[in-house]
């Protein structure tokens, strides 16, 4: 029975300290099914001037079951009329550890589009970015990078971080916008936001584990 006892206590372990809403594979938000994400909704300071934008909120990402890593996808549509802009949490003992660009569609039209991070509820900047501006604008954001046609199937949350070096290939726990934006045709896309155990989360539990199991065969006179 020691095994059994240990990996019970482990499971109840991990899920106090991760403690997201969902493990596994789950869609965050299909805009087919549930409607268009938030084009942003302005948030005034004390002079009515815009600080800057809210938009949907998705809710914690999936938190990872063992060696699989949790996946919170969000698929939906963008075109030069359209900002899609939400939040996501990274919770407690995960990592953020892959943003994959799993589908991007413009009928052949354009081969990228633009995300945007930052590591607040709020995001700061003014939508619907004219391009003559964007020099200015994009090194205050968290992070930013054009993907598409190129980026199909793998990892572009790097990318994103290495643009103004806030981050490298992950990101700890925290609550996150993500902004996207197509200035050209409507395209098609879907982000799968892949999560990890944080590093050091598992040895913790691992060796409270072993010490509980040490306390319990000495109790014992095992």
């Not at 809710?59 to 060696?67: D, F, I, Q, T, V």
């Not at 009928?107 to 939508?127: K, V």
């Not at 003559?132 to 992070?143: C, D, I, Q, V």
């Amino acid at each position: 029975m020691k095994l059994p006892i240990l990996g019970l206590m482990l499971s109840v372990g991990m899920g106090w300290l991760i403690a997201p809403s969902a493990f596994g594979e789950i869609v965050l938000h299909d805009e087919s099914i549930q409607g268009d994400l938030s084009n942003g909704d302005p948030i005034f300071d004390s002079n009515f001037d815009i600080i800057g934008y809210t938009g949907d909120d998705l809710g914690a990402l999936p938190g990872a079951m063992g060696s699989t890593p949790g996946i919170g996808s969000v698929i939906g549509q963008t075109d030069f009329q359209q900002i899609d802009l939400f939040t996501i949490e990274v919770t407690a003992g995960s990592t953020w550890d892959e943003l994959r660009l799993t589908n991007f569609d413009s009928g052949g039209a354009d081969n990228n589009l633009f995300i945007a991070i930052e590591d607040s509820e709020l995001f700061p900047e003014n939508f619907f970015i004219d391009p003559g501006e964007f020099s200015a604008l994009r090194n205050s954001f968290f992070g930013y990078a054009l993907v598409g046609t190129a980026d199909l199937g793998g990892d572009v949350l790097g990318k994103i971080g290495s643009s103004n070096n806030n981050f490298g290939d992950d990101l700890g726990p925290g609550i996150y916008s993500v902004y996207i934006q197509q200035t050209g045709p409507a395209t098609d896309y879907r982000f799968d936001f892949v999560t990890v155990p944080e590093p050091g989360s598992v040895t913790v539990l691992l060796l409270g584990g072993a010490a509980f199991w040490a306390r319990r065969r000495r109790r014992h006179g095992v």
